[in-house]
C-alpha cells in the first residue's frame, strides 16, 4: 500500500497495556498447539497431578518441610525403647491315620493352622501373661508399677504392661515363632521374653498332664459302671433262660441266637436231614416197583434165562439148516421142534418166577421206605412246632443276649483305652521348644529418625498434593489447553511462553526467540482455521484487562508481516489505548468522526510489510463510532487493502466495544490468561460473543508475573470508569517503532 511519507521514517512511540502486558507465559508444552487430550477434562490424571504439583510446588515443599520437622520433634520427644526376640518352635502333635498291626509305627505330622493359630492365641493370653507377671515377680518393679504398695492392684498391672508389650509373629513357611517384647529397659525386655517362652512351655505340660489325669479318672468311673451293668445283665439273661428252659449250643463270635442254637432246633435239623434221606430212598424203592410191575425184566432173570436162550438159539439155526434138506414133517424135524419148543416153555416159567419174587421184595422195600418217611415227617411237624414256640419265648433271650454282648463290647474298649492312657499319659513331647533365647538389645529400636523422618516426608508430601489438588479444584480457572478445549470448548491455538525482556516488540524482532516462535506458531495456526486460510479481519479480544491482548495483537501482525503478508493493526480499545504515537488528528476515532481516508489515519511501521491505526482521541462514546455504518465500510476497505487486519479491542466483560467488534470481524480470538481467568468469566464472555453473532476461532494461553506499571481498571460501577491512568514511569513503558510520517515531522513526543 502507497501511505504518505512512506519514504521518510520516523520514530512512533507505541505503549501497548501495562507492564503485565510485556511477560506472557512459560510453555507447558511445546509453543504451538500442546496438551492432553480434550477428554481428560477435571478428571486426575499423571499430568494434572504433575502441573498441580509444579504450580503449587512452594506449598507442597512447605508440607513436606512441616512433615520432616514434625518427624524431627516426635523423634526427640520419643522415649527409647528396647526390644529383646526369643524365638520358639511348635511341635504339632502325631496323628496315627490308621490303628491296625499293619500300619503300627505310620504317622503324620498335623499341618493344620488352627493347631498354629491356638498357639499363638495362646502366646498373647491373659493367663500367660498372668503366670509371667507371677513367676519374675514383676508386681515389685517400680519401674513397671510404681510406688503403690497395693499387690493385687500391682499384679494386674503387671499382668497388663506383659500383654501390652508382647508381640508375636509367625515366621513364613515355618513352625517358627518370634516372641518380642518391648520396654524402656533393655535388661527387662530380655527377662520378660525369656519368661514368656518359658512360662508357655510350662504351661502347656501342666495343661496335659491335668488333662490325661482327668481322663484317667473319668474312664475309671466309666469302666466301673459299665461293669455293674454287663454283670447285671448277664444275670438277667442267665435266669431268663432257666425259667424258659432254653438251651443253646451256639457259642461262636457270630452266635445270633438263632432257631438252630437251641437244642429243639437241632433236633428239628437232624430230623430234616434224616427225613429227606428216607424219602430218597422210598422214591427210588417205588421206581423200581413200578418198574417191575410193568414187567420188566430184571438183571437177575436175564441172568437165569441166557443158558436157555442161548440153546434155543442154537437148535433154532439148527432147524433151519436141516429145513433145506428135509420136510417139516420129517421125524427127526418133528423131535428137533419138540425141543425147541420144551426149551422155550422152561424159560418162560423161569422168568415167571424170577419176576414173582423180585416183585415182592421190592413192593417191601417201598412199603418200608414210606412207612419211615411218614413216621420221620410226623415228627418233623411235631418238632416244628415245638421250634416256632421256642421263638416267641427267645425273643426276650435275644435282646438280653444283646445287652450283654454291647455291655461287654464297651467295657473291653473302655479297658483298652484306660491301658492307652496309662502308658501315654506321662509328660511326652513339649508342644514347644526354644530356638533361640532372648538376649539383652545393645541398642535401641525406637524411635527410628530416617523411618520417622520417611514417614514425615510421605506425610507432608500426601497432605501438601491433596491441599494443591484441593485448592486447584476450588480455583476454577482456566490453565492448560485442556481447559480451553474442554470448559470453553474453543480450539486451542497456541500457548506463549514468557518474554525473557520487558520489551515484548524488541524480543520480537529476534526471531529465535521462545516468544516470536510462539506467534509465529499461532499465526500458522491461524492459517488453518478458514477455508481459505488466515481470516482477512481478525479481532483479538480477552475477558478482562491485562491478559495481553494488545501484546498479542502486536505480535500477531508482526508474524503474519514475517509470513510475507501485509498486515494492518488497528488500535480499536478507545478507552485505553495500548499504542500512542503522539501525533494529532491521526487514528481510529478520527476517521470515523471526519471524512478522510484509510491511508491519511495508517502509520508504516519499521518492520516490513506491517502498518499500524491507533486509536486516535479518546471518544466520549466508542461504542457509538463502532456501531456506525463507517466502522464497517472502513473495515471492508481494509481488508480489500491489507492481507491481513488484527484488531485490539477492549475486554469483553462490562463494556459494548468488543461484541459489536466481533459482528464486523471475519474471526474473534479469545486471549487468555493462564491461572487468572475464571472459567465462568470466560464462559460469560464467550456468551457474550457468541450471542452477538462473533465466530470464535479459538483462544491462545498466557500466563506472566504481574508486575504493575500504570493503573488501568475496568470497571461496571458507576464510580469505576474505563479509563487512561499515566504516572512518572511512563516511558518504561513505551516502546520506539520507526514510522513514515506524512508530514516527515520530527520525533514524537
Known amino acids: 500500500m502507497a501511505s504518505p511519507g512512506a519514504n521518510d521514517p520516523t520514530n512512533l512511540t507505541v505503549n501497548i497495556d501495562d507492564r503485565r502486558d510485556l511477560a506472557p507465559i512459560m510453555p507447558q508444552g511445546s509453543y504451538g498447539t500442546y496438551g492432553a487430550s480434550p477428554s481428560q477434562g477435571r478428571e486426575l490424571s499423571l499430568s494434572l497431578l504433575w502441573r498441580v504439583a509444579y504450580e503449587w510446588r512452594w506449598l507442597v515443599l512447605s508440607a513436606i518441610g512441616v512433615g520432616i520437622a514434625a518427624a524431627v520433634l516426635i523423634t526427640l520427644l520419643t522415649p527409647l525403647k528396647y526390644r529383646s526376640v526369643a524365638s520358639l518352635e511348635l511341635n504339632p502333635p502325631n496323628v496315627a491315620i490308621l490303628n491296625n498291626e499293619d500300619s503300627k509305627g505310620r504317622e503324620s505330622s498335623s499341618n493344620d493352622m488352627n493347631f498354629v493359630g491356638t498357639q499363638l492365641g495362646l502366646l498373647q493370653s491373659r493367663a500367660l501373661a498372668e503366670r509371667v507377671s507371677q513367676d519374675l515377680n514383676l508386681a515389685n518393679v517400680d519401674e513397671i508399677t510404681g510406688e503403690d504398695g497395693n499387690r493385687a492392684a500391682n499384679t494386674e498391672i503387671a499382668a497388663n504392661y506383659v500383654q501390652a508389650n508382647t508381640k508375636v509373629k509367625l515366621q513364613p513357611q515355618s513352625m517358627i515363632v518370634n516372641v518380642a517384647f518391648v520396654s524402656r529397659n533393655a535388661q527387662l525386655a530380655a527377662k520378660i521374653a525369656n519368661g514368656i517362652t518359658d512360662a508357655f512351655i510350662a504351661t502347656d505340660l501342666e495343661r496335659r498332664y491335668q488333662s490325661s489325669s482327668y481322663a484317667r479318672n473319668?474312664?475309671?468311673?466309666?469302666?466301673?459302671?459299665?461293669?455293674?451293668?454287663?454283670?447285671?445283665?448277664?444275670?438277667?439273661?442267665?435266669?431268663?433262660?432257666?425259667?424258659?428252659?432254653?438251651?443253646?449250643?451256639?457259642?461262636?463270635?457270630?452266635?445270633?441266637?438263632?432257631?438252630?442254637?437251641?437244642?429243639?432246633?437241632?433236633?428239628?435239623?437232624?430230623?430234616?436231614?434224616?427225613?429227606?434221606?428216607?424219602?430218597?430212598?422210598?422214591?427210588?424203592?417205588?421206581?423200581?416197583?413200578?418198574?417191575?410191575?410193568?414187567?420188566?425184566?430184571?438183571?437177575?432173570?436175564?441172568?437165569?434165562?441166557?443158558?436157555?436162550?442161548?440153546?434155543?438159539?442154537?437148535?433154532?439155526?439148527?432147524?433151519?439148516?436141516?429145513?433145506?434138506?428135509?420136510?417139516?414133517?420129517?421125524?427127526?424135524?418133528?423131535?428137533?421142534?419138540?425141543?425147541?419148543?420144551?426149551?422155550?416153555?422152561?424159560?418162560?416159567?423161569?422168568?415167571?418166577?424170577?419176576?414173582?419174587?423180585?416183585?415182592?421184595s421190592l413192593r417191601q422195600t417201598f412199603e418200608a421206605a414210606r412207612a419211615e418217611e411218614q413216621d420221620l415227617r410226623a415228627q418233623v411237624t411235631r418238632l416244628s412246632s415245638s421250634v416256632l414256640d421256642q421263638r416267641g419265648r427267645r425273643i426276650r433271650y435275644n435282646i438280653l443276649q444283646r445287652d450283654v454282648d454291647t455291655n461287654r463290647t464297651l467295657y473291653d474298649a473302655l479297658l483298652q483305652r484306660y491301658k492307652e492312657i496309662g502308658v501315654a499319659g506321662g509328660v511326652g513331647t513339649a508342644i514347644a521348644s526354644v530356638v533361640d533365647a532372648g538376649q539383652v538389645p545393645s541398642s535401641a529400636f525406637s524411635p527410628n529418625l530416617y523411618l520417622n523422618l520417611m514417614i514425615g516426608v510421605v506425610l507432608g508430601l500426601t497432605l501438601g498434593m491433596l491441599t494443591a489438588i484441593a485448592l486447584e479444584f476450588i480455583n476454577d480457572t482456566i490453565k492448560s489447553p485442556d481447559d480451553v478445549r474442554t470448559k470453553l470448548n474453543l480450539p486451542f491455538l497456541g500457548g506463549i511462553p514468557q518474554g525473557r525482556t520487558a520489551v515484548p516488540a524488541q524480543e520480537l524482532k529476534d526471531t529465535l526467540s521462545p516468544l516470536a516462535e510462539a506467534y509465529l506458531s499461532t499465526s500458522t495456526a491461524m492459517q488453518f482455521v478458514t477455508e481459505g486460510g488466515a481470516p482477512k479481519t481478525l479481532l483479538v479480544t480477552s475477558t478482562r484487562p491485562a491478559e495481553g491482548k494488545s501484546t498479542s495483537a502486536w505480535a500477531l501482525a508482526y508474524s503474519f508481516a514475517r509470513l510475507g503478508k501485509t498486515a494492518l493493526l488497528i488500535d480499536a480499545d478507545m478507552r485505553r489505548p495500548a499504542f500512542v504515537t503522539g501525533r494529532e488528528n491521526i487514528g481510529l476515532s478520527h476517521i470515523l468522526t471526519n471524512t478522510g481516508s484509510l491511508s491519511e489515519h495508517v502509520l508504516k511501521t519499521d518492520v516490513e510489510n506491517l502498518w499500524v491505526m491507533p486509536s486516535g482521541t479518546i471518544p466520549p462514546s466508542p461504542p457509538e463510532l463502532i456501531a456506525s455504518a463507517r466502522f464497517a465500510a472502513l473495515i471492508e476497505d481494509a481488508s480489500a487493502t491489507f492481507d491481513v487486519v488484527v484488531i485490539d479491542g477492549p475486554p469483553i466483560l462490562g463494556l459494548a466495544d468488543s461484541p459489536l467488534l466481533s459482528t464486523v470481524a471475519q474471526a474473534t480470538l479469545m486471549v487468555i490468561e493462564a491461572g487468572r481467568t475464571r472459567t465462568r468469566a470466560a464462559i460469560e464472555a464467550q456468551a457474550r460473543l457468541r450471542t452477538a453473532g462473533a465466530r470464535m476461532v479459538g483462544a491462545i494461553l498466557t500466563r506472566y508475573q504481574a508486575q504493575a506499571a500504570y493503573g488501568y481498571g475496568y470497571g461496571q460501577n458507576k464510580d469505576q470508569q474505563y479509563r487512561y491512568v499515566a504516572d512518572n514511569n511512563e516511558k518504561k513503558r513505551r516502546i520506539l517503532l520507526a514510522v513514515h510520517d506524512k508530514d516527515n515531522h520530527g520525533d514524537a513526543a
Open 218 to 360: 473319668f474312664l475309671q468311673r466309666q469302666i466301673a459302671s459299665t461293669r455293674r451293668d454287663l454283670e447285671k445283665s448277664e444275670r438277667e439273661l442267665t435266669a431268663y433262660a432257666q425259667q424258659q428252659r432254653l438251651i443253646t449250643t451256639g457259642s461262636g463270635p457270630n452266635d445270633n441266637g438263632g432257631d438252630t442254637n437251641s437244642l429243639s432246633g437241632n433236633s428239628l435239623v437232624a430230623l430234616n436231614n434224616a427225613l429227606a434221606q428216607t424219602q430218597a430212598r422210598r422214591i427210588a424203592a417205588e421206581q423200581q416197583y413200578r418198574e417191575a410191575m410193568q414187567g420188566g425184566a430184571t438183571t437177575e432173570t436175564s441172568t437165569n434165562t441166557a443158558v436157555l436162550r442161548s440153546q434155543i438159539a442154537a437148535l433154532e439155526a439148527e432147524y433151519q439148516q436141516k429145513l433145506q434138506t428135509f420136510r417139516p414133517d420129517y421125524p427127526e424135524m418133528v423131535a428137533l421142534r419138540a425141543r425147541i419148543t420144551a426149551l422155550r416153555d422152561s424159560a418162560r416159567v423161569e422168568t415167571r418166577t424170577a419176576t414173582s419174587d423180585r416183585v415182592g
